[in-house]
């Protein structure tokens, strides 16, 4: 299949998938179970098994991947980690991608390496879109991600049929700005954040209930989507990662870079960067976002950990 003469479909598209970690994995079971053929190719094989053991083919390469594929996505750690498998020439997936082939990376990542990417593939009759994706893991679970796209709108609209199995896509514009999109979408997400666990160590050093605390302003203004996903994590100190410390560093990191491009001053940005970067100064780069209140408890020697022991007596 060529996207630009077929309609997307389980029946005439084959799909590629490079990276089956915490968000890779649940979005590709939602294309295994919509009939797509799915080939899959992760650095650690134990990670993609369970894709395995539910029908999914091993690819040995990325290259191996996309020369059996018509769509190739890509959602991987970090911008060297995307350079490597979409463009290395012998082992990347654009060097076994057919003419017609797109790649759609879904990895937050720098602007310039999405054009980049786009004019490379560009090079080879082929596509590229920069598709970042925001919702962790429980909107890759639900098929609930809000994806960010930019590159050929044409293109994007093409591939609707699979973007639909993962969320909603909306077009952001000219390759690079799907990742402007997410950046701007991370800058807001690390100050409601902090915000979040603010708010938490203040009601508790004021004695309050903290749990009867967030479900009472749940529901006016102070209400979140990340007080939904994390705050009943983090009373329970559940930081498993929905999306890790390590790349929220990583893609604040990318934020200040472009802000220092376009000449912006983000202090509450930078602000949150440098608490992020604490946690993995402390070797917490692994847990969830949703753990940036152990910075907070360190500042203030005071622990929410304390405060729930009690409660369950």
């Not at 590229?128 to 893991?137: E, Q, R, W």
């Not at 997400?189 to 004695?207: N, P, R």
Request: proline share 4%; charged share 15%; hydrophobic share 40%.
């Amino acid at each position: 299949m060529s996207t630009a003469d077929a309609a997307v479909s389980p029946s005439t598209t084959r799909v590629g998938w490079i990276g089956t970690g915490v968000m890779g994995q649940s979005m590709c079971g939602h294309l295994l179970k919509a009939g797509y053929t799915l080939t899959v190719f992760n650095r650690t094989i134990s990670k993609a098994q369970p894709l395995l053991d539910l029908g999914a083919k091993l690819g040995d390469s990325p290259r191996a991947v996309a020369s059996q594929s018509d769509v190739v996505f890509t959602i991987v750690g970090y911008p060297s980690d995307v350079r490597s498998v979409l463009l290395d020439p012998t082992s990347g997936a654009l060097s076994g991608l057919r003419p017609g082939g797109v790649l759609v990376d879904m990895t937050t990542s720098e602007p310039s390496l999405a054009v980049e990417i786009s004019q490379s593939a560009a090079a080879k009759n082929c596509s590229s879109i920069d598709a970042p994706v925001t919702g962790g893991d429980v909107g890759a679970k639900n098929g609930t991600l809000a994806i960010l796209a930019g590159g050929d709108e044409s293109v994007v609209k093409k591939l609707i049929p699979l973007f639909a199995l993962m969320g909603k896509v909306s077009y952001m514009g000219a390759p690079g700005k799907g990742q402007f999109a997410k950046l701007a979408n991370q800058t807001i997400i690390c100050s409601t954040m902090l915000g979040l666990v603010e708010g938490m160590m203040f009601a508790h050093k004021s004695g309050l209930d903290v749990s009867l605390f967030l479900k009472a302003i749940s529901v006016g203004a102070a209400g979140s989507r990340s007080l939904d996903l994390h705050g009943g994590r983090i009373l329970k100190r559940d930081f498993e990662p929905g999306f890790y410390v390590n790349h929220f560093v990583k893609d604040l990191g990318i934020c200040l870079k472009e802000c220092q491009n376009m000449g912006l001053a983000l202090p509450g940005l930078a602000l949150a960067q440098q608490l992020y970067l604490s946690l993995k100064a402390h070797g917490e780069g692994n847990l969830g976002t949703q753990a940036l209140i152990l910075a907070l408890e360190r500042l203030n020697n005071v622990s929410l950990e304390q405060q729930q022991a009690g409660s369950t007596k």
